[in-house]
């Protein structure tokens, strides 16, 4: 099930981009999980050696690292910045059990404003996206997006 499948879109509204985090920042997590997950293919025979030990020991890295992945694809697949031709809304997923749901429409919308900072920034072409709403009611921040381009009209 797709997270724009709980929207409720109004009558004439059409959903018109997903937008989600770089996948390049969460890549010291995936190849921490992948590290975890291979290790004790790699080490195989000495923790044979240690028998129920060592079998267990090389069982919880492996759950470790599936576990690491496992979050990090799970966040990286609920947190989205939905826009639509009417509204803004925005699914931040903190943890398995907790997620905070911002909408605005778009004509309460009064500053939108991004922020490159650092080499790798700079270099990858992503940073954070920062949309302001009228009356400082919301403040809606989707960080670690692709392709900033810096135009300004």
Same mark, same amino acid.
């Given at each position: 099930?797709?997270?724009?499948?709980?929207?409720?879109?109004?009558?004439?509204?059409?959903i018109?981009?997903?937008?989600?985090?770089? %996948?390049?920042?969460?890549?010291g997590?995936?190849?921490?999980?992948?590290?975890? =997950?291979?290790? %004790?293919?790699?080490?195989?025979? %000495?923790l =044979?050696?240690?028998?129920?030990?060592?079998?267990?020991?090389?069982?919880? &890295?492996?759950?470790?690292?599936l576990?690491?992945?496992t979050?990090?694809?799970?966040?990286?697949?609920?947190?989205?910045?939905?826009?639509?031709?009417?509204? &803004?809304?925005?699914?931040?997923?903190?943890?398995?059990?907790?997620?905070?749901?911002?909408?605005?429409?778009?004509?309460?919308?009064?500053d939108?404003?991004f922020?490159?900072? $650092?080499?790798?920034?700079?270099?990858?072409?992503? $940073?954070?996206?920062?949309?302001?709403? $009228?009356?400082?009611?919301?403040?809606?921040?989707? %960080?670690?997006i692709?392709?900033?381009?810096?135009?300004? =009209?």
């Open positions: 099930m797709a997270i724009t499948d709980s929207v409720e879109l109004k009558s004439g509204e059409n018109l981009r997903e937008v989600r985090r770089y %996948p390049l920042v969460d890549f997590k995936y190849s921490l999980a992948f590290v975890l =997950m291979i290790a %004790p293919f790699f080490f195989l025979f %000495p =044979m050696k240690l028998h129920g030990w060592g079998i267990a020991g090389g069982a919880i &890295i492996f759950l470790s690292g576990i690491i992945f979050r990090t694809l799970f966040l990286w697949f609920h947190n989205v910045f939905v826009v639509t031709s009417c509204r &803004i809304i925005d699914f931040d997923q903190r943890g398995f059990f907790e997620r905070v749901v911002s909408q605005s429409s778009l004509d309460q919308i009064q939108v404003s922020h490159i900072h $650092g080499a790798a920034q700079t270099f990858f072409r992503y $940073g954070d996206v920062n949309i302001k709403t $009228g009356w400082g009611s919301v403040e809606l921040c989707v %960080p670690a692709f392709r900033l381009r810096c135009k300004v =009209m």
